[in-house]
């Protein structure tokens, strides 16, 4: 079990700052869809599961902006793993 923060950032070309919530509301919708554990923050999202579902995540929402036409994107990804696993209750659980 691994905990991933990522942050999906379409770029270019967006017209409008609609446009990028456009995208990455999508993404926040690949992600739900998922089946996997997930918190959306104001910056970011985090994702728990095993570690191969959750980089077959990352790599596929990082796609999805080029999917939507946009041409250039960043993706910022922070990963907590530990052996045994960890999750995101046991990660917040002194401020839950």
Request: charged residues 30%; glycine residues 6%; hydrophobic residues 40%.
């Amino acid at each position: 079990m691994v905990i991933a923060d990522v942050a999906v950032m379409p770029l270019v070309p967006a017209a409008t700052e609609d446009e990028v919530y456009e995208c990455v509301d999508k993404v926040i919708h690949y992600i739900e869809q998922s089946g996997l554990k997930y918190e959306i923050g104001a910056m970011s999202t985090t994702i728990e599961g095993e570690y191969e579902k959750v980089f077959d995540l990352i790599k596929t929402i990082h796609r999805i902006p080029f999917d939507n036409g946009f041409e250039r994107v960043i993706t910022v990804v922070r990963i907590d793993e530990k052996k045994g696993g960890i999750t995101i209750k046991e990660k917040l659980k002194n401020h839950i």
